[in-house]
């Protein structure tokens, strides 16, 4: 059964503490390793897409990882604007989608 | 450039009726899907439509119908709701090549007294 968990629940940093957040999968055949945000009342926004172990993705004070059971969402450097619920997702072999539960980042100026 | 769009963005519902959920993308996306958010829990995959006139269960079906009427729009229906499925709802949907990201609404929050 395909299965996505995430740690820590809730992360609280001070700005411009770096840390990191996890993403551990089972799937039958990975197709997609996606990293979303998800802002309060919001839908959730695209951040990365990771498609085979050793790949690795930047933008801005964010890079995310791929093994062949986990993923990371470095966060280096963060600012007040980076607080969100961060979302992790795999692609299966039949084009579904499945989500962890989400950590949820505050940064404190 | 309006991507996904849910309606109604929100409602609430006694125990035992019935309501639709719409949701339209003109992005030309060929598989569309429908989610429930709850606290703690993350997003559950309710149904999923590869293509027009194709729809597949997902981890949560139960209670729920849906109707993918073009390859525009998708529509979920609570034809008996419960109080179990008060939530959020979003829509989704992704390129034709289905290797891409999900591409999101921006929810309906349904509430069953």
């Known amino acids: 059964e395909d299965q996505v968990t995430q740690s820590p629940e809730a992360l609280r940093l001070q700005e411009g503490e770096s840390s990191s957040l996890n993403c551990s999968y089972t799937v039958s055949g990975l197709r997609g390793l996606f990293w979303y945000r998800q802002d309060p009342g919001k839908g959730p926004e695209f951040l990365f897409t990771l498609y085979s172990a050793g790949e690795e993705k930047e933008k801005e004070r964010l890079k995310a990882t791929l093994t062949k059971k986990e993923s990371f969402l470095h966060i280096t450097a963060p600012k007040p604007e980076d607080s969100a619920t961060y979302l992790c997702?795999?692609?299966?072999?039949?084009?579904?989608?499945?989500f962890g539960s989400g950590t949820k980042l505050n940064v404190k100026p | 450039n309006a991507g996904v769009t849910q309606t109604p963005k929100f409602q609430v519902l006694k125990t035992g009726q019935s309501m639709t959920l719409q949701c339209a993308q003109d992005m030309n996306h060929n598989s569309m899907y429908w989610y429930r958010q709850d606290p703690g829990m993350g997003l559950r995959l309710i149904y999923y439509?590869?293509?027009?006139?194709?729809?597949d269960k997902g981890e949560v079906p139960n209670g729920y119908n849906v109707s993918r009427l073009n390859k525009r729009e998708f529509s979920l229906r609570l034809e008996s709701a419960a109080p179990s499925q008060t939530s959020v709802y979003f829509c989704?949907?992704?390129?034709?090549?289905?290797?891409?990201?999900?591409?999101f609404g921006e929810g309906s929050r349904l509430t069953v007294l």
């Open positions: 439509s590869a293509s027009e006139g194709t729809t």
């Open positions: 997702a795999v692609q299966d072999n039949f084009n579904k989608f499945y």
């Open positions: 989704a949907s992704t390129r034709p090549r289905d290797t891409g990201e999900l591409f």
